[in-house]
């Protein structure tokens, strides 16, 4: 049977590999079939169908039908989402109950004393990292507002405070509910809306030229953007992060400069 290595790579989003994918297919298309059947139309191994089948069985993909030889039976693939989400959701759900008793738990406190003794230990010149893609970037960003404990300044382009509101708002609202100083620079065209929305929390300041999407953090972290994300996809776009005191703090007097002339 020949099927479309596009349509096969589809399937992944299923949560099945190359081969768990192809069988399935023969199966599908045969409605009921036997191990070594399905091997030969789908060019899996017969040492591997076996196995690969018991996964799929497991999985909810097939009916193991009793009786021998040993015949196999395809799921509706409507029935198979079904079954799929429901397992997503019960094995998020399982693992977001380990990690909470992680949180409290020992391991958690001995994790973290081992970080502050080795942190100790690290070079100023290795508190550094770049990221590839924003969703990560933006990981790191909420990560650097939750430490904060003094002041955050960010500038940003129109795109960036409006998805910056979105995935990171609730993080500054918290920041600035805690005492630390929240500062935004945006554009002049911005939406007079969420300008308001910032205005809760923030203390902003409009600038006329987009010129740079960057954010400090207690003038000793930055993270700056280094392309222009009018022109590039979220998976293309770069920032790299320093904690570096003596640099950001020159790097704040800057902006501050800038922000008192507004």
């Not at 198979?80 to 958690?108: M, N």
Request: proline content about 3%.
């Amino acid at each position: 049977m020949i099927v479309q290595k596009d349509f096969l790579n589809k399937l992944k989003d299923f949560g099945l590999n190359s081969y768990e994918s192809k069988l399935w297919v023969a199966l599908l298309s045969r409605g009921v079939s036997t191990a070594g059947e399905l091997s030969d139309i789908s060019n899996v191994p017969r040492s591997r169908a076996y196995d690969v089948l018991e996964s799929l069985e497991k999985k909810g993909f097939i009916i193991v039908k009793v009786g021998k030889p040993i015949k196999y039976l395809a799921v509706p693939p409507t029935e198979v989402i079904e079954r799929v989400k429901k397992h997503i959701a019960e094995d998020a759900e399982e693992k977001a109950k380990i990690l909470s008793h992680l949180h409290q738990s020992e391991l958690l406190s001995e994790l973290n004393t081992l970080h502050t003794v080795g942190i100790k230990l690290v070079d100023p010149t290795d508190r550094s990292g770049a990221f590839r893609g924003r969703d990560k970037a933006y990981d790191h960003l909420a990560s650097m507002i939750k430490r904060a404990k003094k002041n955050i300044t960010l500038m940003t382009s129109k795109e960036g405070i409006e998805r910056k509101h979105e995935l990171l708002g609730n993080h500054l609202k918290r920041a600035a509910k805690a005492g630390v100083e929240v500062r935004v620079s945006v554009p002049a065209t911005i939406d007079r809306n969420l300008l308001d929305e910032l205005n809760k929390f923030a203390k902003t300041r409009q600038h006329k030229n987009e010129t740079a999407r960057f954010c400090v953090v207690d003038n000793k972290e930055l993270m700056l953007f280094l392309t222009d994300d009018k022109d590039v996809h979220k998976s293309y776009d770069c920032a790299v992060w320093i904690e570096a005191p003596y640099f950001v703090d020159y790097f704040s007097a800057l902006f501050d400069k800038e922000w008192k002339m507004k």
